[in-house]
């Protein structure tokens, strides 16, 4: 029950700074007007949202960040082993330095006004880094093992010193996943706070107490930010929030070693991917495009769907997912 209670207080205080937050945030980016740029090819009815605040991620992260600094303070204090807390920390510094890669990004491009901020080169170069580093010190304290865990059917596949480059290239992967779904009002945010229920649930079921503080933050976040990233929205995350929320949940994936069941939640935000490197290749194989925009949010907005319309039916796929990864999940590695 103490245990519970912790999440409980962790996910409203991350709420509260996050609401807190951003109400005073937003005035100062709308002064400073650090605004979204819609380009010319996104879809024409986007031009409304143009110079809507953006960086509103900085808001959420400002919440994990003060929570889980006062939870560690707490720990510290009672005398328990540090080392025991590796993955968790670990998991909010993977989420963290994506998260400075995004506001490096953001701050040129949007306060420096320099073109396009870094290139799609420097941001996956950054991610590399910080998921090579995050793999290291992981497996290094000995939270990471060499096996891919497969769901349903409790059968581990060890692929020695392989497993590690292949481990970055997911972490990675579903970092600029989650970047990209990020591209209508409250969609990624939507889906994220769905995973922090499937985290919290697989935490209750198991006994997972660092898992289970990585979905209350995760979900009392993206409750707070909801409040004025939902349609119409008011502020944005930006790739601050985005890159940041990608580190946080495909963390959460490798500190419970099983990154496959996590790859099953989170493949709303990986089809998101996949959708605009098909289009790519598809274009550059036959001259055409495969859909009418990608990612495939985009597509559907071509389509005639609504905003609302596309972030609901993307949200209940993604409560399906999660319910299907959890289902797949092994509780002996529920930390």
């Not at 420097?122 to 891919?148: E, P």
């Not at 970047?179 to 697989?202: E, K, P, R, W, Y």
Request: proline share 3%.
């Amino acid at each position: 029950m103490q245990m519970y209670v912790e999440w409980v207080i962790a996910a409203a205080l991350t709420c509260a700074v996050t609401v807190v937050a951003a109400f005073i945030l937003i005035p100062i980016l709308r002064s400073h007007k650090i605004g979204q740029i819609i380009y010319e090819l996104g879809p024409a009815w986007h031009k409304s949202k143009e110079h809507t605040p953006t960086m509103g991620g900085i808001c959420f992260i400002l919440g994990v960040m003060i929570v889980m600094a006062g939870f560690f303070i707490k720990e510290a204090l009672s005398g328990k082993n540090a080392e025991n807390w590796v993955p968790l920390a670990g998991t909010l510094c993977l989420a963290i330095g994506n998260g400075i890669i995004g506001f490096i990004d953001d701050y040129t491009k949007l306060v420096k006004k320099q073109n396009a901020g870094l290139t799609e080169r420097q941001k996956l170069m950054g991610q590399f880094i910080v998921a090579a580093i995050y793999v290291f010190v992981m497996a290094r304290f000995g939270f990471i093992y060499t096996s891919f865990i497969v769901p349903f059917f409790n059968v581990q596949i060890n692929l020695g010193w392989a497993y590690y480059p292949i481990a970055v290239v997911i972490i990675a992967g579903v970092v600029n996943s989650v970047n990209l779904t990020d591209g209508i009002d409250g969609l990624a945010s939507s889906i994220a706070m769905v995973i922090g229920v499937f985290f919290v649930t697989a935490a209750v079921i198991y006994g997972g107490r660092q898992t289970g503080l990585c979905g209350a933050i995760l979900l009392g976040g993206m409750i707070g930010f909801l409040v004025y990233n939902h349609h119409p929205a008011t502020v944005f995350m930006g790739d601050t929030g985005s890159l940041f929320l990608g580190g946080l949940i495909i963390g959460v994936g490798f500190m419970i070693n099983q990154p496959i069941a996590m790859m099953i939640a989170t493949l709303v935000y990986i089809f998101e991917m996949i959708s605009s490197l098909l289009q790519i290749l598809y274009k550059r194989l036959t001259g055409k495009r495969l859909f009418k925009m990608a990612p495939f949010h985009h597509h559907c907005e071509k389509c005639g769907w609504g905003e609302v319309k596309i972030v609901s039916v993307f949200t209940s796929v993604s409560v399906v997912l999660c319910i299907l990864a959890f289902f797949g999940l092994n509780g002996l590695y529920i930390l």
